[in-house]
């Protein structure tokens, strides 16, 4: 089947019918979905109608800014094998994925009909997260499958000695795994008990974990490569007014991706020069000073950048229907402008939560107190905080990007007037 000839929304429309008849999740298409809208804008911004092998080389060539493929952080080189997948159907018709996905976990037998029933009574509860409740049918099946292969059938055949010896099954360079993976079947032993399948709770004597080691030292940025990430950015189109403003306010403010993502006009206090929302991970009041050149930034892209829409959320997606951003866009935005910038990035992760983490190294090292730390970047406790600063003491001084400062007079004025327009 030849598709070459087919201008870009035939290609893609043909695609999207081939991706249904497969089948593949609804989840795979809008990933796929999400990167060909790229492509789109690439194409309608240099007039190019025809989608082929080229159109490719070009686009990607632009997207990387001429970054060799070997360069590319993982991210990156699955982008371009997205990309490299519609090229794939224009010129065949068709396309061979990898391969399926793996069988669902069933929970057979006595024990695993209880371990079903921990799993919803636990969701039900908790109002399980997908991801949360991939984890709890996950290790559970693990479990499961340990105990059919020493040949435990009944509850009676479930005792400390064969659950620690399971624990050591596990694989000891993934720990924070198997600590995930210890409290689960630890609450899961619970339950057997308060439901009398058990006659004792041993989960008191199986090990906390303690062993696992603290997490890895924060990645964070450099004053100038932040310096040449905004500078970077092509703040003349729709795409890099919106992308600045939203690097300002993790760059400048610290706000996490999700409040970024979810930010609304209702928060924008104009008249009072402030940020005020509800973080979506805390479910806390945040109030941060809405700096000059953050606001402007915003300004620049509502007046400029924006399409007309009546959604209350401050950033939309370029392409129509205009949509709120989804929940990866944040870290795609600040990934594409590392990327564009020529940023070295081995080693670091380099999202959104860095561009924070440098927010807060920048205020540590200005030696700003750790309580005015932790309501700047909205934590619950100082503690948080501390553990949060972990950073390197010789990197902490390249962290500080230079902001006007807010002057003392800024929280005694009269507040009234609104933000500069120029």
Known sequence: ?????????????????????????????????????????????????????????????????????????????????????????????????GTKKDPPKVFDGTVGATMADFIAYKKQLFQFSPNTLKDYISYLHQFLTFLKEENVTSFDGITLPLVLRYLECLDPQKLPKKNRILLIVKSYLRYLCE???????????????????????????????????????DRGSRKGKRDYAILLLAVQLGIRSSDIQHLQFESLLWQQQKISLVQQKTGRQLVLPLLPEVGNAIIEY???????????????????????????????????????????????????????????????AQEVPIPVISEALGHSSSETTMDYL?????????????????????????????????
Request: glycine share 6%.
């Open 1 to 97: 089947m030849e598709t070459e000839n087919r201008n870009f929304d035939t290609l893609i429309r043909d695609f999207f019918d081939y991706l249904k008849s497969i089948p593949r999740s609804e989840k795979t298409i809008k990933l796929y979905a999400w990167a060909y809208r790229k492509v789109k804008l690439f194409m309608d911004d240099y007039k190019i109608e025809n989608y082929d092998e080229e159109t490719e080389k070009e686009f990607l060539s632009f997207y990387f800014s001429k970054h060799e493929r070997s360069q590319l952080s993982p991210s990156g080189k699955r982008f371009a094998n997205t990309i490299r997948v519609l090229t794939i159907f224009q010129k065949t018709g068709a396309i061979t994925f």
């Open 302 to 364: 509502l007046q400029h950048g924006r399409p007309v829409s009546t959604e209350s959320y401050v950033f939309l997606q370029l392409i129509a229907p205009y949509k709120p951003l989804n929940r990866c866009s944040v870290g795609d935005i600040v990934q594409y402008h590392m990327e564009r910038a020529g940023i070295t990035c081995s080693g670091r992760k380099h999202g959104p939560h860095a561009l924070r983490h440098s927010f807060a190294g920048r205020l540590l």
């Open 195 to 233: 439901q009398k399948y058990l006659s004792r709770d041993f989960s008191f004597s199986i090990p906390k974990g303690a062993s696992i080691h603290r997490p890895q030292v924060p990645s964070t940025f450099t004053t100038e490569e932040i310096k040449t990430v905004l500078n970077a950015v």
């Open 390 to 422: 972990r950073i390197d003491v010789t990197r902490l001084a390249c962290c500080a990007l230079e902001v006007a400062p807010v002057p003392a007079s800024f929280y005694k004025q009269n507040l009234g007037g609104g933000m500069c327009h120029e």
